[in-house]
């Protein structure tokens, strides 16, 4: 079956650079999310998308901004790199019918030099 | 405010038998989702069980179970006949009430789990 691809795997960034993940949901599913989950940390909510539409937002600083498109890939837009922003990122897509269980991708494990 | 309690940071369990791993949660909502993730060293999260708040029994998923026990809020995964590849983080996630939100995932701060052969 299909699953929730991200891309790249592994990023190394410096300092106030800016990075780009992408994100491509499952076939059919119509909410995607982004989590950041820091080192040894549990995974936190940046943000959400309902049918390419902006739908919550959670701990996602100012400096990162994200957008669904027609083909409901999404991106996550990070600019003025931090140490602090290290961290895996995942995106996660769903379905709004049956349980709403969220399918993770594999996530891009962001390093910030 | 939603919460999520995994008191056991690390646990320790021989291979092929059972474990639990404890999750507790607090919400005002009467309709909620709770959700088990396994997430192996390589970092990726696997979806393993969910319980729906007005789920009549226990759900289960092979090896899995959830003892679902609401009026104590708990919801508590068990595995049975340890496997060595069971060894991993285990999250318990609670879903945001629909009301509010597309329903992103609250997540406790997570067990490991270790099998020994």
Redesign the interface.
Known sequence: AAGVIQSPRHLIKEKRETATLKCYPIPRHD?V?W?QQGPGQ????LI?F?EKMQ??K?SIPDRFSAQQFSDYHSELNMSSLELGDSA?Y?C?S?T?TG?????????T?LTVT | AQKITQTQPGMFVQEKEAVTLDCTYDTSDPSY?L?W?KQPSS?????LI?Q?SYDQQNATEGRYSLNFQKARKSANLVISASQLGDSAMY?CAM??PYGG??????????TKLSVKP
């Open positions: 909410t999310y989590y549990d995974p936190q909510f959400s309902y739908s919550d959670g895996l995942f996660a769903r709004l349980s709403g269980e969220q399918y993770f991708g594999p996530g494990r | 989702g959700f993730y970092g990726e999260m696997i979806f969910y729906g999250f879903r945001e939100s597309q329903g992103n995932l609250i997540f406790g701060k997570g």
